[in-house]
């Protein structure tokens, strides 16, 4: 008797991250002090190396897009979107030419459509910071496809875990799904050492918040801001939570992955980390 032996071919698993975006074009300007960013630059190029496989997309949750519903930037070719203010004019001149995704964001849709939202995709929207300026850090060669996902201008937690949780297939697909935010966006704390405890025990909230499992991670995050305790709120006021909430949708689409810490720094007196879902 002959048999013949076949060899499925897998995509691997791609993790779920939120990433600390820094402030403004940082990693490509002049700052005081000259190495604040150093060490978030440095994490951030590592990204790819600490991949399972190249992504065939990078979907980016980007805090610095809200809407009444999930929209996404559905362009061949997005454009740059240079939503910062007051920086040296060569930061106006970045470049990030990285593909659209076209075809994933008609994927995105029907997912998040069956899972009752309303998407939208943009055909006219580009790239905006919060997009462009870690993924130049981190993939730099910009030959990945992105799609650059809003949040919901609601800013409802439990609707961003609940929006992550439609997104989770993409996992298996090749996707890479990023959150880029910032773990503590307190405008008015950064620089101020009366804020270096209230970061540091927010930061360590999240830590432990991220590592346990999956129904009790998802319960306080969407409850964060009572669930932290008061260090919650003086870290992301309210109504400015825009940057924590990628960090919902990335631990919605992780699934039953238990999250991790992978990174913190202190920069300007706050504590920043990246957390990880496997």
Known sequence: MT????????????PALFIPHGAGPCFFMDWNPADAWDRTAAWLRGIPASLPARPKAILLVTAHWLAPQPSMSSAAQPGMLFDYYGFPPHTYELQYPAPGAPALAERVSGLLAGAGFAPVQDGARGYD?????????????????????????????AEHIRLGQALAPLRDEGVLIVG????????????????????????????????????????RLADWASASGPAGRLSHPPRAEEHLLPLHVVAGAAGDAVGAKVFTDRVMAVDISAFRFD
């Open 180 to 219: 880029s935010g910032m773990s503590y966006h307190n405008m008015r704390g950064y620089g101020d050492p009366r804020s270096t405890a209230i970061g540091a025990e927010f930061d360590r909230w999240l830590g432990e918040t991220v590592a346990l499992p999956a129904p009790e991670r998802n319960a």
């Open 129 to 157: 910071h919060g997009t462009f300026i870690p993924l130049k850090v981190a993939f730099p060669d910009a030959d990945i496809p992105v799609l650059q996902l809003s949040l919901l201008r609601s800013l409802d937690a």
């Open 3 to 14: 048999t013949t032996a076949t060899t499925a071919t897998t995509t691997p698993r791609q």
